[in-house]
T-cell receptor, first 112, second 112 residues
Framework: GESVGLHLPTLSVQEGDNSIINCAYS??????FIWYKQESGKGPQFIID?????DKRQGQRVTVLLNKTVKHLSLQIAATQPGDSAVYFC???????????FGKGTMLLVSP | KAGVTQTPRYLIKTRGQQVTLSCSPI?????VSWYQQTPGQGLQFLFE???????NKGNFPGRFSGRQFSNSRSEMNVSTLELGDSALYLC???????????FGPGTRLTVL
């Protein structure tokens, strides 16, 4: 499949482990944050989002944490599975504007 | 509900030619955004259309243009193609400008 990025930070985990992917965002005015998963040859797939009035949000096997003080976002994946292997992007947005600004991405490799 | 569709999926052009890419948003979505993805620059915002009007534009030359039709379908055009235009072009749709964006599979453009 096509490569979505060369020399991406890579996180390698064993199946069943918990994974934590980090992201530093750039704009202190950003108030909406999204995590996307991109598999080879596919477009980004929405995973979970969080608004700036929250510091934690949970989904199915995923949790997003937001620290506005240090402009840091993290995605936690519980019981990581081989199907979770992909590139993960964080994106930031300012309410009232439709533009998403994406981070560089992190490649997650899950070994069975 | 069908997802975002993009046509064609793959395209090969030569320098100097022009190209038109098409995007059909999720039914009911009125906002369509376009992004360029390259290994070196990552995901970069091109422009966003809402109700046939361009509302936001990224930092790309005027060779990149787009439009949206009354049924919310959108096209993107690149004129006088350059080698550096080789990329994955992604379309994302949303209900409105501030809602979650859902991506299509992309069009892989190769310029020779």
């Amino acid at each position: 499949g096509e490569s979505v990025g060369l020399h991406l930070p890579t996180l390698s985990v064993q199946e069943g482990d918990n994974s934590i992917i980090n992201c530093a965002y750039s704009n202190s005015a950003s108030d909406y944050f999204i995590w996307y998963k991109q598999e080879s040859g596919k477009g980004p797939q929405f995973i979970i989002d969080i608004r700036s009035n929250m510091d934690k949000r949970q989904g199915q096997r995923v949790t997003v944490l937001l620290n506005k003080t240090v402009k840091h976002l993290s995605l936690q994946i519980a019981a990581t599975q081989p199907g979770d292997s992909a590139v993960y992007f964080c994106a930031e947005n300012i309410s009232g504007y439709s533009t998403l600004t994406f981070g560089k991405g992190t490649m997650l490799l899950v070994s069975p | 509900k069908a997802g975002v569709t993009q046509t064609p999926r793959y395209l090969i052009k030569t320098r100097g030619q022009q190209v038109t890419l098409s995007c059909s948003p999720i039914s009911g979505h009125r906002s369509v955004s376009w992004y360029q993805q390259t290994p070196g620059q990552g995901l970069q915002f091109l422009f966003e259309y809402f109700s046939e009007t361009q509302r936001n534009k990224g930092n790309f030359p005027g060779r990149f243009s787009g439009r949206q039709f009354s049924n919310s379908r959108s096209e993107m055009n690149v004129s006088t193609l350059e080698l550096g235009d080789s990329a994955l072009y992604l379309c994302a749709s949303a209900l409105g400008g501030e809602d979650t964006q859902y991506f299509g599979p992309g069009t892989r453009l190769t310029v020779l």
